[in-house]
């Protein structure tokens, strides 16, 4: 992992391998030139108080993650200056926001990846600046290599065969070992929580994206419990593991009947932190197809490739339930990771069985590529009977959220819409895109089945919203809940952004510690 310090060094003095600036498109004059943002004075003053100018010859024009790298001046022990663009500079006795500081500090820690000590003089003007940087710089630098194996010791070819002092080989760069803060105070109680809380976020987020990223072949259901128990372990998380056995003597028909036709059978686990202070209890259910073939519905080709992300809500969930107990935040938080593989196979659940869920209700199956929602009825039902505060599922459900929101906005769907509000507004806080979206009762009537109690598939049109119908059914009467499908962002298939990685980006991670926080501070809506 990435090191993270603080430090009121000026920035000539400080021995690293980078000085990171920002800079932006100036409003002040509304002539849009480029701007040196606050933190870079001392940078700026050593290049005589040119440096805009210097990096507007270089084509830079402040816009946001853009990244431009020159010699350092003359005095530095850093040899290089790398400007990140800020986008348009905030209005008078404005800042610049959160989420700009958090990408900005994210491109340039990927600009530097191999290299040892980056100094980032960005704007710090108060904690929360503090936790913006550090955030963006900490998950900026992440990067996912289990599987790159190091150039051969033998090759002829000295460019490929030569190695790092890291250990890696030359193409094949580590992550920015570390990032010291130019202009924390490191005295300051509020900059040191900010930054150890952003230090233990980011971690367990990261741990996420490496779930996310291990191929299915080594991460099957088992595979992943195995990782919440020794995580739970560390950490003081009471764990209970139900496997194939304990399943079907619970009668869980939904995550039974995905997992059956895999050679790698299903688990539910049950992650519990509990705090002595805590008033409220919050459950955290998360969809875990380890690896989403479609089953007898098979996946039409071009569909499969990235299906290894089918998880990505179980780790979301397992990563804020284990960022909850290091933070010792003051609620009880019960994380359910609903764990199977949908593949096709001679026992494989068919189209047109009906299966009996934990709850008792009977449902058709349509198509066994509707998969994830039967896998969170039976943990949406169990969870229900601990009676918690509120309960949010996190799922990559459906394509169809994908076409309404793109790739990089998940959709909140609740039966409360002041929960939804507040789930959505703690999204927005922490900088990760959401849209709260309606559960249509007219929806419902698609979803009646000649034989069973509901069906697994109702209209073809909003069928992110079906999807959020049929899990509302399984909600226990009078509890609280929202579901979040994070089937857009949670995996990133393009290049990638700010402190986004090409792969397991961990979406809904953040949003799902801040309500743990609200919830603990007696401020959630």
Request: glycine share 12%.
């Amino acid at each position: 992992m990435t090191a993270l310090t603080l430090s009121t060094a000026a920035a000539p003095g400080v021995r690293a391998d980078a000085i990171v600036v920002g800079v932006a498109k100036g409003s002040a004059s509304g002539s849009g030139d480029l701007v040196v943002a606050p933190g870079a004075e001392a940078v700026d003053k050593a290049y005589d108080g040119k440096l805009a100018s210097v990096l507007k010859t270089l084509g830079a024009s402040g816009t946001e993650g853009e990244v431009t790298k020159l010699p350092a001046p003359a005095g530095f022990k850093a040899p290089l200056v790398v400007a990140v663009g800020l986008g348009a500079e905030p209005g008078k006795d404005a800042s610049f926001e959160a989420e700009a500081l958090r990408r900005a500090a994210g491109a340039a820690a990927r600009a530097l990846a191999g290299s040892k000590k980056a100094a980032f003089a960005l704007p710090i003007t108060d904690a929360g600046d503090v936790a913006a940087v550090s955030e963006g710089a900490l998950l900026g630098a992440y990067s996912f290599d289990t599987y790159k194996n190091n150039a051969d010791k033998n090759n002829a070819d000295k460019n490929n065969s030569a190695k790092a002092k890291n250990g890696k080989a030359k193409n094949n760069k580590a992550p920015l070992a570390e990032v010291a803060l130019l202009g924390a105070k490191t005295r300051d109680r509020d900059h040191k929580a900010a930054a150890e809380r952003a230090t233990a976020v980011t971690e367990e987020l990261n741990r996420a994206r490496d779930l996310i990223n291990t191929p299915p072949n080594d991460l099957n259901p088992e595979a992943f419990a195995a990782v919440a128990q020794a995580a739970a372990k560390e950490h003081g998380i009471k764990v209970q593991v139900l496997d194939e056995k304990a399943l079907e003597k619970g009668g869980y028909g939904g995550i039974l009947g995905v997992g059956v036709g895999s050679a790698s059978a299903p688990r539910l686990v049950k992650l519990s932190y509990t705090s002595a202070k805590a008033k409220k209890h919050l459950a955290f259910i998360g969809k875990g197809i380890t690896y989403d073939s479609g089953g007898i519905s098979l996946k039409p080709a071009g569909h499969n490739e990235t299906m290894k992300c089918d998880m990505s809500g179980a780790a979301a969930v397992f990563a804020a339930v284990v960022s909850a107990a290091r933070l010792g935040l003051e609620v009880n938080v019960t994380g359910w990771l609903a764990l199977a593989e949908n593949m096709p196979s001679g026992s494989a659940t068919r189209p047109g069985d009906v299966l009996r869920m934990y709850s008792g209700k009977t449902v058709e199956v349509l198509n066994t590529d509707a998969e994830g929602r039967l896998v969170l009825a039976d943990a949406l039902a169990k969870a229900s009977e601990d009676k918690p505060d509120a309960i949010i599922d996190v799922a990559t459900l459906t394509g169809a959220m994908m076409l309404a929101l793109g790739n990089r906005t998940f959709g909140i769907m609740a039966n409360d819409d002041a929960f939804r509000s507040a789930v959505y507004e703690a999204a927005v806080e922490v900088g990760e895109g959401a849209w709260p979206m309606p559960l249509p009762d007219h929806l419902r009537k698609g979803m009646d089945s000649p034989t069973a109690d509901i069906a697994n598939m109702g209209e073809r049109y909003g069928g992110g919203l079906v999807a959020g119908l049929f899990l509302k059914e399984f909600v226990g009467e009078g509890i609280t809940w929202a579901h979040l499908d994070i089937a857009g962002p949670a995996f990133n298939e393009s290049a990638p952004f700010g402190y986004t990685p090409k792969g397991g980006t961990g979406s809904a991670v953040r949003t799902l510690v801040r309500v743990a926080e609200l919830a603990a501070s007696g401020d959630l809506g």
